[in-house]
């Protein structure tokens, strides 16, 4: 079956630490997003990338890298320049145009201390 | 710059009752699609359903249907018979095609509690 996956469901870190967060379609979709949920909040799109080897900011990318060097991968990595890390992160792909529908993974809930 | 405003930070509704969950949204673009998302407390984001700027008529999915306004900038949606396992957080969202920018614009979302 097609889908995404993302890994790990959990993720626990120090501070300081770099993380990088996974994230796999197999769905062939060419533009692949990352967004962070806070409690009782919406999402917030952090990166998204339309095409391979090209990305472009969101609204709150601070703090954070992304790289497409493949189709299928959209990895994220949260650095130590985060200032509020700990959140829930969920991946997400479609097709290009205002009527496709982003599909998502399961998410990685990050915890830092 | 999209804006997605979702008035109702919870609701309470009674099992196999109609429920309608308010949606309002501003952009300068005349070119868009809205979209309804459900995420059960596992996390996950359930699409549900969508409707184009363009449409004329309102989209309907099994239970679903969108009430799109579109001189008042309305997308609610609408829940027929609602069940237990409806309880979820529903989010309205907005995408935009070209001017540079991709990605859903995402209200803060609605809890809705089915109650039996």
């Known amino acids: 079956d097609g889908g995404i996956t993302q890994s790990p469901k959990y993720l626990f870190r120090k501070e300081g630490q770099n993380v990088t967060l996974s994230c796999e379609q197999n769905?062939?979709?060419?533009?692949m997003y990352w967004y962070r949920q806070d409690p009782g909040q919406g999402l917030r799109l952090i990166y998204y990338?339309?095409?391979?080897?090209?990305?472009q900011k969101g609204d709150i990318a601070e703090g954070y890298s992304v790289s497409r060097e493949k189709k299928e991968s959209f990895p994220l990595t949260v650095t130590s320049a985060q200032k509020n890390p700990t959140a829930f992160y969920l991946c997400?792909?479609?097709?290009?145009?205002?009527?496709?529908?982003?599909?998502f993974g399961n998410g990685t809930r990050l915890t830092v201390t | 710059a999209q804006k997605i405003t979702q008035t109702q930070p919870g609701m309470f509704v009674q099992e196999k009752e109609a429920v309608t969950l308010d949606c309002t949204y501003d952009?300068?673009?005349?070119?868009?699609?809205l979209f309804w998302y459900k995420q059960p407390s596992s996390g996950e984001m359930i699409f549900l359903i969508y409707?184009?700027?363009?449409d004329q008529q309102n989209a309907t999915e099994g239970r679903y249907s969108l009430n799109f306004q579109k001189a008042r900038k309305s997308a609610n949606l609408v829940i027929s018979a609602s069940q237990l396992g409806d309880s979820a957080m529903y989010f309205c969202?907005?995408?935009?095609w070209g001017g540079g920018a991709d990605g859903l614009t995402f209200g803060k979302g609605t809890h809705l509690i089915i109650q039996p």
């Open positions: 409707q184009g700027s363009y």
């Open positions: 769905l062939n979709h060419d533009a």
């Open positions: 997400a792909s479609s097709f290009q145009g205002r009527n496709s529908p982003l599909h």
């Open positions: 990338s339309q095409i391979v080897n090209d990305f």
């Open positions: 952009t300068s673009d005349p070119s868009y699609g």
């Open positions: 969202a907005m995408r935009v």
